[in-house]
């Protein structure tokens, strides 16, 4: 079974503060997403990677920056936290081509 | 500009009936569409993927149609029980790899 885990469920961080959050899957997939979840709002695409230190942004990558070092790993950094990005994390993967994707479980993240 | 739109925020089916949920889209050109179903407090999980030049694809008690005229693909489920009680996401799925969600609709199957 294709696994995607993302490092913490819950995490409460301050505003200003530089916050990680990872997310490491298992199937050798080449694409990787991070999605933001807000009532109302659905699922949105900060930013999105096709392979190993290549990105491209999403809809609203402003206050986000990613890293892939490695293929399994694809990492969301926030420069500095703002209240406005207290949200639900979503990571997901999926190979190359039009496929389904796999998604973590979330990280709910509270900046306050 | 573009949009993803799915026909309601939450609908309610009574069991036994068809639940037919409705994703229109304005100013993408799609290759592939795709739906998902989410839990509360979980991440999506595909259910059905349906090419554009697909006019249906069956799964089980599935059924999706995609009208790349119209921009416009129809999910439904029949005969409807408790258990599919969900948030039900449409989802474009584009050449560059991007895929995009809709906003997502509440189906409440009463019993």
């Known amino acids: 079974d294709v696994k995607v885990t993302q490092s913490s469920r819950y995490l409460v961080k301050r505003t200003g503060e530089k916050v990680f959050l990872e997310c490491v899957q298992d199937?050798?997939?080449?694409?990787m997403f991070w999605y933001r979840q807000d009532p109302g709002l659905g699922l949105r695409l900060i930013y999105f990677?096709?392979?190993?230190?290549?990105?491209e942004k999403g809809d609203i990558p402003e206050g986000y920056s990613v890293s892939r070092e490695k293929k399994e790993r694809f990492s969301l950094i926030l420069e500095s936290a703002s209240t406005n990005q207290t949200s639900m994390y979503l990571c997901?993967?999926?190979?190359?081509?039009?496929?389904?994707?796999?998604f973590g479980q979330g990280t709910r993240l509270t900046v306050v | 500009s573009q949009k993803i739109e799915q026909n309601s925020e939450a609908l309610n089916i009574q069991e036994g009936k068809t639940a037919t949920l409705t994703c229109n889209y304005t100013?993408?050109?799609?290759?592939?569409l795709q739906w998902y179903r989410q839990d509360p407090g979980r991440g999506p999980v595909f259910l059905l993927l349906?090419?554009?030049?697909?006019k249906e694809k069956r799964k089980e008690r599935l059924k999706v149609t995609f009208d790349t005229t119209l921009k416009q693909s129809l999910f439904h489920i029949t005969a409807s029980q408790p258990a599919d009680s969900a948030t039900y996401l449409c989802?474009?799925?584009?050449?560059?790899?991007?895929?995009?969600f809709g906003k997502g609709t509440r189906l409440h199957i009463l019993p």
């Open positions: 997901a993967s999926r190979t190359t081509g039009y496929t389904e994707a796999f």
């Open positions: 199937m050798d997939h080449e694409n």
């Open positions: 990677s096709y392979d190993v230190k290549m990105k």
């Open positions: 100013n993408y050109s799609p290759a592939y």
């Open positions: 349906i090419r554009e030049n697909e």
């Open positions: 989802a474009l799925d584009f050449l560059d790899d991007k895929i995009i």
